[in-house]
């Protein structure tokens, strides 16, 4: 990457986040889908509730983005299809400590999450 981008502005993506979610794209093969992982990592921030983008944070929503261009999901399939995906441990990883915070324990977590729904265990 020779140049800034204002694209970041777009997608809400931390510039030291753009640029590693770059270089993991190119390693997964997913150069060329640079764009749809752009566009995956703001849809990936809003099912994940507009979360603070820190270094562990904004990791775990490239990672999600970077999910949905690999598997072909939007933010409405990506709900819909929440009970049957393996998602990457990183999410699942930060949405279960972020229900554990909230004292809940159940194992439909990432549905209920992604569906919007609460955990009443």
């Known amino acids: 990457m020779k140049a800034v981008t204002s694209d970041v ?6 510039g030291g986040q753009y640029t ?28 994940l509730g507009d979360i603070v983008k ?9 990672d999600l983005a970077q999910f949905m261009v690999q598997n072909d999901l939007d ?3 990506l709900v819909a299809k929440a009970a ?8 699942v990883g930060s949405v279960l400590a972020e229900v554990q915070i909230l004292g809940c324990t159940c194992w439909a977590v990432l549905t209920l999450f992604f569906c919007g ?5």
């Open 20 to 47: 590693n979610l770059k270089i993991q794209a190119n390693s997964l093969g997913l150069g060329g889908d640079w764009g749809k992982i752009c566009k995956s990592y703001a849809a990936a921030n809003r099912a």
């Open 75 to 77: 933010e409405t399939s």
């Open 117 to 121: 729904g609460w955990c009443i265990c």
């Open 54 to 62: 820190v270094t562990p944070s904004s990791k775990v929503v490239g």
């Open 84 to 91: 049957e995906l393996s998602f990457p441990s990183s999410v």
């Open 9 to 14: 502005y777009l997608h809400e993506m931390p």
